[in-house]
């Protein structure tokens, strides 16, 4: 979902740039993503990001990351919203003419 088509910014909270600010402070300008070794991404942050996908503001939720991290986070949860909303697949029976 793009920001031209959602109302994400209208439900932040009135404080919103000082959160901003204390993410950035805590993360000290780094990325917070956990690579798989453990550590830290080494890039610097662009974007504060909701851990969890929802209206949870909480500074615990909260964490920055670099772009990289962030659109692989985003694409990630754009393919799972789609599969949502994809209907089930029927299973299909077998034909009785079928060889097996």
Same mark, same amino acid.
């Given at each position: 979902? *793009?920001?031209?088509? *959602?109302?994400?910014?209208?439900?932040?909270? $009135?404080?919103?740039?000082? %959160?901003?600010?204390?993410?950035?402070?805590?993360?000290?300008?780094? +990325? &917070?993503?956990?690579?798989?070794?453990?550590?830290? +991404?080494? %890039?610097?942050?662009?974007?504060?990001?909701?851990?969890? #996908?929802?209206? #949870?503001? *909480?500074?615990? #939720?909260?964490?920055?990351? +670099?772009r990289h991290h962030h659109d692989k986070k985003t694409q990630r949860?754009?393919?799972? $919203?789609?599969?949502?909303?994809?209907?089930?697949?029927?299973?299909? &029976?077998? *034909?009785? $003419?079928?060889?097996?």
């Amino acid at each position: 979902m *793009s920001w031209e088509t *959602s109302d994400r910014r209208e439900r932040l909270p $009135g404080d919103w740039k000082q %959160r901003v600010k204390k993410v950035w402070a805590r993360a000290k300008g780094q +990325c &917070e993503w956990r690579l798989d070794s453990g550590a830290r +991404c080494p %890039r610097k942050g662009a974007d504060v990001d909701h851990i969890r #996908n929802d209206d #949870n503001h *909480s500074m615990g #939720n909260l964490r920055l990351l +670099c772009r990289h991290h962030h659109d692989k986070k985003t694409q990630r949860e754009a393919r799972f $919203g789609k599969a949502k909303k994809r209907p089930a697949k029927r299973r299909e &029976e077998e *034909s009785p $003419g079928r060889l097996r």
